[in-house]
């Protein structure tokens, strides 16, 4: 508990300093975004959260799950202080830069970072170094977030949303850990240059070191153990060099964890088995680019983008949870998104950043809970249900973390 008060005092004074990105004025800092900071109750622990609503539809259910979050932590004994910061192109607007450095040292001082999204079309034609979605580049980097943990589970009441038929679709419960700070979206070589030839090349470099491939293959080996004993280690190890690296150190890795039966696909075949038979996979550990595509591509499988949370996690430092899609400008601001994948990236937050797996698992039970009564947003909607905005469904888990007797984990 005393760790807890020690944060609470230290964003009871926290200073505006001017910094890496850039510093924002007293006036801005303050307006709209705030600090809450309460004296922690008797008996209760308390937690602080980063709230990053970001962009398009981020505050929207950024807004839904810090209800959910609250109601269900309260219920198992947790209070939240809550900072709420810009990011992203609301940053840009209100400073000029997408990731302010008092956003970064307010989510590095958290205890847990609950994102919405970033970017818009807004901001599409700003200089790579002023794009929205550079914020998350800067997040994942330097909180060293190697880590991404992304499920892809179909849920019954919502099997007849996939795109696959019903006999495939169902019965799909899957996690992709993917590595997320390395790889061919940060090695160097990069950049656009010009050959001897005088003519303009692009370079992006896919490269691994031995640490790197063993952190994220030892998380996918834990992961593996707690779920149905099976991972899956996905690589080009047929072409690329780094590839090879990766297969070599993750099968070195298997004798560590005879409990977990390791198997290698290539990403190529692992793309076509998605779709033909997706319930052949329990976990799956790629690296960052791969696991891009994949867990985009699982994620149609179960139906909507919008059910979808992840967890990005370091060796140290708070977590990074977010829901996999975007800031969905074609429905922003018209109370359309489903909020299910913020609501479950906060479940992921309890379980994986705080470790409170009861909280968690009361999120979890109440987003099935609504759904069983037939709550559907327009992305998960088929007749007979009935159709809800982002805030209607978000009133309806809330009701269910209230109803549900407490979980036992
Ligand atoms: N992590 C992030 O913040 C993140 C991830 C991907 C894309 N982006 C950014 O988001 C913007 C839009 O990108 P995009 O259109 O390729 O991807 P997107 O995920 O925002 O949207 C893809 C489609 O899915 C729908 N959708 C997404 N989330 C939904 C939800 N919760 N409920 C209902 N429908 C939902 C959208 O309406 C759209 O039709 C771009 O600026 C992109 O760079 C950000």
């Not at 924002?24 to 709230?51: E, M, V």
């Not at 202080?81 to 307010?106: H, I, N, S």
């Not at 705080?354 to 968690?360: F, I, P, T, Y």
């Amino acid at each position: 508990m005393a760790a807890f008060l020690q944060t609470n005092i230290r964003l009871n004074s926290i200073k505006i300093v001017p910094g890496r990105y850039s510093a924002l004025t007293d006036h801005q800092f303050r307006a709209p975004y705030r600090i809450r900071c309460a004296a922690a109750s008797p008996g209760k622990k308390r937690y602080n959260i980063a709230l990053l609503p970001g962009d398009g539809i981020g505050p929207e259910v950024i807004s839904v799950a810090k209800n959910v979050l609250q109601k269900a932590g309260s219920l198992e004994g947790l209070e939240f202080d809550f900072q709420e910061m810009p990011v992203g192109g609301a940053a840009l607007d209100l400073v000029g830069v997408p990731m302010p450095e008092e956003t970064f040292t307010a989510a590095k001082q958290s205890d847990a970072i609950l994102l919405g999204a970033i970017g818009g079309y807004k901001w599409d034609k700003n200089e790579k170094h002023l794009r929205p979605e550079m914020a998350l580049f800067y997040l994942r980097r330097d909180l060293k977030v190697f880590a991404n943990l992304r499920p892809a589970t179909v849920l019954p009441q919502l099997v007849d949303a996939s795109t696959l038929k019903k006999e495939v679709a169902e019965g799909v419960d899957m996690m992709i850990v993917r590595e997320l700070t390395g790889g061919i979206y940060f090695g160097e070589p990069r950049g656009i240059k010009i050959n001897e030839n005088g003519e303009e090349v692009g370079i992006s470099t896919e490269i691994y070191a031995a640490h790197e491939i063993d952190r994220i293959a030892r998380v996918a080996f834990e992961t593996a153990r707690k779920r149905r004993g099976k991972l899956c280690s996905v690589d080009k190890a047929n072409v690329l060099d780094a590839s090879i690296l990766w297969r070599k150190r993750v099968t070195a890795l298997a004798s560590e964890y005879p409990d977990v039966e390791l198997s290698h696909m290539y990403v190529d075949n692992a793309a076509m088995q998605l779709i033909r038979d997706p319930k052949q996979f329990d976990t799956i550990v790629t690296n960052n680019i791969f696991g891009d595509i994949l867990s985009d591509e699982a994620s149609m499988i179960t139906g909507s983008i919008g059910m979808l949370p992840s967890a990005s996690l370091g060796e140290s430092g708070p977590g990074l949870f977010e829901p996999i899609h975007g800031s969905a400008p074609d429905i922003a601001g018209q109370d359309k998104a489903n909020p299910l994948a913020t609501i479950l990236s906060a479940a992921m937050l309890l379980k994986y950043g705080l470790g409170e797996e009861k909280a968690a698992k009361r999120i979890e039970d109440a987003v099935v809970d609504a759904l069983n009564k037939g709550f559907r947003t327009g992305d998960i909607y088929s007749p007979g249900n009935k159709l809800v905005g982002c805030k209607e469904m978000g009133e309806e888990v809330l009701k269910s973390v209230e109803s549900k007797v407490p979980a036992t984990v």
